[in-house]
């Protein structure tokens, strides 16, 4: 076995070598374009990442281990070489998200280890505006090399707070709030993303991005050390070949602003391989299983949840699982037809059938000849995407068929909802079809187990700074009715939770009386509301206690908040961030006992907006803008 510790050899080759590190990185430093964010690298201490806040200058984490652990040899791996410093600029476009245009910048450097054998190993690092982001490089193999470890791991000062998630394969799970790395989890792993505070005003997210093909998923384990993070790849062999590209390791560093609001998980992805997306729209989708478990299987049912999407304008509706056997004076023929008749577009939920869960469909997509077919048929039946459920993990062949159904859906222009699934990880831009992944304890929770009821005020108010931060994500929001255990946010937080929560496809997920019940003006917040947006800002907020988002599409900002405590709460929302003329403010928020919304106008030349929440509780403002 070959222990490929870069940290190790490091040390010796940089004091032989000083002037080759220095003439690339002005002593040791690699920093981002405004200068905000720097990897030093110091002899007696590796890789220390530093954050300059203000005057301040803060040590984020350090790198204490970086490397590959593969099957090639036992030489030891030396620093050979170091790439000058290139800038890196990149603009694109995405049809979902955060915001429409991205623009990122970002210096890069790479350092080239080698063996005694000719294995040459790369590590490339970028330095960003608004975090790092490195990878590993195979650029030369007469065969394939087997990885079998990662050696990355993160170390933090002990004791600062962070808010971590315990490992699963659905990524469904609450962000708890600890100081001790522990946090009720014996075995420490953690999923991604991660988010740290090292000191009072800067915080670091970790993830990953851009699995390519036969690459695997990771986490992370603290089990040797609290406060030092390790890479933990999901497959222990991981067969290389000559060219071979690791995903980014991706830290979001800087202010809470500066997490919710970056792209910096799709900057370092792979651009869009769709050559035409004109097909491919958001929106709002009427959705049957938070009411009814099996309701797909009643044609009567499905067909009172296209009258709600035809009634509210939602352009979707989704047929959940167990349609393949429909009844009660109807099939998926006949909902399709009263779909038509209703101008309702049709989704429709798949099993992925990685044998652990068994309702049906099952074993319709795991073959490229079978996939097809059935891609084919969708299409000529009138369905415009597909929910595709119940993985089982990050595996490498995990990772491959994810790509494989994102391909060959963009081939028969289907939209994708990944469901019961891995965290994103970039893939929305590379296949912009990629509509959203759940990854998430949501509001279907409410279904399963009491524990959602006490703890949703405050979860709700981690998500924002976590797990969608990174991607898209189907919590499934806004429900003013109860399922099987109730809900105790106010009806106002439900209602926010549309605008706090970025999902391409957005699910509504109460019963349609839930939503006819609402006073007019709500029923027309939800009616012509979007879930694209052209900007996203965070104007306040803070895990588990608060959050405040804006978002802008159009001629309207939305803008949003949520009260994660049991205590009543007063927002000032100063509004001088949006710079052109306002015409009327649509205010939502809680009444006294939280179970009805307050509606109000605001006279066009407010600037500022005070609103006072209940406990648990929310709102919503409207600004609409002078066209």
């Known amino acids: 076995m070959n222990n490929l510790m870069i940290m190790k050899y490091f040390t010796i080759i940089a004091l032989l070598c000083l002037s080759c590190i220095s003439c690339t990185m002005q002593n040791n430093l690699l920093q981002s374009p405004n200068g905000k964010i720097a990897i030093e690298y110091h002899a007696e201490k590796g890789f220390s990442v530093i954050y300059h806040s203000g005057r301040d200058k803060v040590k984020m984490m350090s790198l204490p281990e970086i490397g590959l652990k593969t099957s090639d040899t036992d030489d030891c791996f030396k620093l050979i070489s170091s790439t000058p410093v290139t800038s890196v600029v990149d603009d694109y476009e995405m049809l979902t998200g955060k915001r429409r245009h991205c623009h990122n910048e970002a210096n890069e450097c790479t350092y080239r ?3 005694v054998k000719g294995l040459r190993v790369d590590l490339i690092f970028r330095v960003y505006n608004d975090g790092i982001a490195f990878r590993y490089h195979l650029p030369k193999t007469k065969e394939e090399i087997v990885v079998l470890d990662e050696y990355t791991a993160f170390a933090f000062t002990p004791g600062i707070k ?3 998630q315990k490992f699963t394969v659905g990524y469904e799970g609450f962000y708890w709030p600890n100081t001790d790395g522990v946090a009720d989890n014996e075995g420490r792993e953690w999923s991604f993303p ?4 090292p000191s009072d005003s800067a915080f670091v997210l970790l993830t990953e991005a851009n699995i390519l093909r036969d690459n695997t998923g990771a986490y992370l384990t603290n089990a040797a050390d609290s406060s030092i993070y390790k890479i933990k790849l999901s497959d222990e062999r991981l067969i290389c070949p000559s060219g071979w590209y690791s995903p980014w390791r991706v830290a979001i560093i800087g202010t809470l602003a500066d997490i919710v609001e970056s792209t910096l998980v799709t900057d370092v992805s792979e651009p869009c391989k769709i050559q035409d997306t004109q097909w491919i729209k958001p929106g709002l989708v009427s959705w049957i299983y938070w009411a009814y478990n099996h309701g797909s299987k009643d044609y009567q049912i499905v067909k009172k949840y296209i009258d709600f999407a035809a009634d509210f304008d939602l352009p979707y509706m989704l047929i959940d699982w167990e349609w393949d056997a429909m009844g009660n004076g109807g099939n998926l023929n006949d909902a399709m037809n009263y779909c038509k ?3 309702v577009t049709p989704l429709i939920w798949y099993n992925s059938s990685t044998a652990w869960c068994d309702p049906t469909p099952l074993y319709r997509l795991n073959t490229p000849e079978v996939r097809d077919k059935e891609f084919e048929w969708l299409k000529e039946i009138g369905i415009q995407g597909v929910k595709i459920d119940f993985f089982g993990g990050d595996s490498i062949g995990t990772m491959n068929y994810y790509i494989d159904l ?12 990944f469901h019961g699934a891995a965290i994103p990880r970039g893939w929305q831009r590379t296949y912009p079809n990629l509509m959203s992944v759940e990854a998430v304890y949501g509001a279907e929770w409410y279904n399963n187990k009491p524990t959602l009821t006490d703890n949703a005020a405050w979860h709700n108010c981690t998500l924002p700074f976590t797990r969608n931060v990174i991607g898209p994500m189907n919590y499934t929001p806004c429900t003013f009715t109860n399922s099987q255990h109730p809900h105790i946010t106010t009806d106002a937080h439900e209602l926010a939770l549309l605008v706090i929560f970025e999902s391409a496809l957005q699910h509504l997920a109460d019963r349609p009386e ?9 029923q027309n917040f939800i009616r012509y509301l979007p879930v694209a947006w052209e900007d996203t800002r965070l104007l306040s907020g803070y895990p588990a206690e608060s959050v405040v988002i804006a978002r802008k599409s159009k001629d309207s900002w939305y803008i949003s908040g949520l009260n994660g405590t049991e205590n009543t709460k007063s927002f000032r929302v100063n509004l001088e961030f949006i710079k052109d003329s306002i015409q009327l403010i649509q205010l939502f928020s809680d009444t006294t006992d939280g179970r009805q919304i307050k509606i109000e106008n605001s006279a066009f030349d407010t600037k500022e907006l005070n609103i006072e929440c209940q406990p648990r509780g929310g709102f919503v403002a409207w600004v609409k803008l002078r066209k």
Do not use: I, M, S
């Not at 994102?406 to 909802?417: G, I, P, S, T």
């Open 162 to 164: 962070r808010w971590t």
């Open 406 to 417: 994102l391909e060959d859906a963009a081939r028969h222009k289907l939209l994708v909802n």
């Open 514 to 522: 839930g939503y006819r019940q609402q006073p007019v003006e709500v």
């Open 113 to 115: 280890f080698e063996n």
């Open 194 to 197: 991660t988010l740290f505070q």
């Open 341 to 343: 008749e209703k101008n």
